[in-house]
């Protein structure tokens, strides 16, 4: 078993910037490839950004690049989540999730594809 648990989310004004974190605890050891999703009310839950077990290989939404920035530390068993550019679209539940998986390159984008999810952090971007 892994636990997420996101940190970070808040209110900021549009254009601003904020950064996610995302601790792993539990039976990390490193096997597991990482991402963020978000869900605003009445919406589906969507991909922000993914990176593989070895850091090495991103992905991200189409409205996110350029402005989001995935990264994570494996000796702390934290992913990160720079946002900048913030707009108000963006506002929404932001989640964490795990994915088990041997292969160390390889990111996932969907939804089904995730073991373990965290509770999540608010963001709000104000206009």
């Given at each position: ?8 989310g ?5 254009g601003?910037s904020?950064?996610?974190?995302c ?7 490193g ?19 993914a990176?593989s077990?070895s850091?090495?290989?991103t ?16 000796a ?19 989640y ?5 998986t041997?292969?160390t390159?390889r ?5 089904e ?15």
């Amino acid at each position: 078993q892994v636990q997420l648990a996101e940190s970070g989310g808040g209110l900021v004004q549009a254009g601003g910037s904020l950064r996610l974190s995302c601790a792993a605890s539990g039976r990390t050891r490193g096997w597991y490839a990482m991402g963020w999703f978000r869900q605003a009310p009445g919406k589906e839950r969507e991909f922000v950004a993914a990176i593989s077990r070895s850091g090495g290989s991103t992905g991200y939404a189409n409205s996110m690049k350029g402005r989001f920035t995935i990264s994570r530390d494996n000796a702390k068993n934290t992913v990160y989540l720079q946002m900048n550019s913030l707009k108000p679209e963006d506002t929404a539940v932001y989640y964490c999730a795990a994915h088990y998986t041997t292969y160390t390159s390889r990111y996932y984008s969907n939804v089904e594809d995730y073991d373990y999810w965290g509770q999540g952090t608010q963001v709000t971007v104000s206009s």
